[in-house]
């Protein structure tokens, strides 16, 4: 992830980086978040999973265009209450381990932009393709 041509300037110039978060019940499931050890990897010293949440398990998304995906995903993350300034102004990445729609990614970053985040950026591991579903 690293070697994208952006990336390391993309995470020097960051406050914080932010992985995806899973839904409580999926990180019971799988045992850990991906995208929280990639955030990690990257950048251990701006790394936090605690400031944006996954507030309700939602059905795959798997088969579902993407404007179904996206209304799927309506109130599915929010930013923790009690640690919302520490976003206000902020340039944050977000980091995810697979992108299909960029649904997950969206809904995240709207949160985040009305928790008042300055400028957010995104880092994926892999991109796949989506399906002519939409």
């Not at 932010?18 to 045992?31: D, N």
């Not at 309700?56 to 799927?72: H, W």
Request: glycine share 4%; proline share 6%; with cysteine.
């Amino acid at each position: 992830m690293l070697s994208t041509p952006w990336a390391e300037d993309t995470l020097e110039k960051a406050d914080l980086v932010l992985p995806i978060p899973l839904s409580p019940q999926r990180l019971a499931h799988r045992g850990y978040n991906q995208s929280w050890l990639l955030a990690k990897q990257l950048c251990p010293s701006k790394a936090n999973a605690q400031l944006l949440l996954r507030t309700r398990d939602t059905p795959s998304q798997r088969n579902l265009p993407r404007a179904e995906r996206l209304a799927n995903l309506i109130g599915a993350f929010a930013v923790e209450p009690l640690k919302a300034a520490e976003l206000r102004g902020k340039r944050v990445v977000l980091v995810d381990d697979v992108m299909t729609s960029g649904a997950s990614m969206h809904s995240a970053a709207r949160v985040l932009r009305q928790a008042g985040v300055l400028h957010i950026s995104a880092l994926v591991l892999a991109r796949t393709e989506s399906r002519s579903l939409d």
